[in-house]
């Protein structure tokens, strides 16, 4: 029996969300299963972000305690050739057996694609929310600054699990123009349910004149979610990155032919 830490990335349209579930398809049913055919035993997967049905992830970061010889590389090329095509294990490591995923994550980074064409891209449409009307960068820019730092977010987020407080540090909140589209970038200590797509909303209301930089600043004294823009749709959400207080996933990823790509450092 060891520990093992994955870094997972997953097309989110395809599960009903992280959480096993009866009945629906999950992330962790997914691997808890695959896992169980290759070792023969049950293994529970721990998960550093519970993603919601529709949700996508880059760097989602998950453990677990294994009974396998198999050594890393091996596991992993065994995993993804046993998973379907929408899930990934893109690094995996031998981790101490005090890691918790979930537990031990000193910050998220999360992303929030939106399209902003005038008619609806015809490519992967089920990967990004697709709005046609104008935005003012500036203003949504300037109401972005106001939710950064320590604040009761209790008006961006929406019933779900319990919580003993609402007061989350946004590290940074940023708007990447595109093309044909932005997006959002937000990292925080933790976030509510469902508050990185009402941040999202809340911009976009922002940027279309609905919801202005003051209003946003009054929903975050008073915690009125009636303040607040709606909850933007799962389709354009993202889990980026986990960050941890030790090195994860160091290095390159080298395989038996070395570095795989073009740009990756040797």
Known sequence: MRSVRMLLSYDGSRFHGWQRQDGFDSVQQELEDTLHGLCGERVVI????????????????AHCLIPTTLEDDRLRHALNAN??????VQ????????FHARFDARSK????????????????????HWVHWPLDRRRMQAAARELVGRHDFAAFGNTGSP???????????KLVARREGFVMIVEADGFLYNMVRTIAGTLLEVGRGKISREQVREAL???????????????????????????????PDRGPSGVPGLFQAG
């Open 46 to 61: 721990h998960g550093a972000g519970r993603t919601d049905t529709g949700v996508h992830a880059v760097g989602q970061v």
């Open 83 to 88: 998973l379907p095509a929408s899930l990934r």
């Open 91 to 98: 690094r995996l490591e031998t981790c101490s057996s005090a």
């Open 109 to 128: 980074r999360y992303a929030y694609f939106t399209a902003t064409s005038r008619f609806q891209p015809p490519f992967a449409a089920h990967l990004c």
């Open 163 to 173: 919580r003993a407080t609402t007061v989350r540090t946004l590290h940074g909140l």
């Open 221 to 251: 004294r008073t915690g009125e979610r009636t303040l607040a823009g709606p909850t933007a749709p799962a389709c354009g959400l993202y889990l980026w990155r986990v960050r941890y207080p030790e090195p994860v996933f160091a290095g």
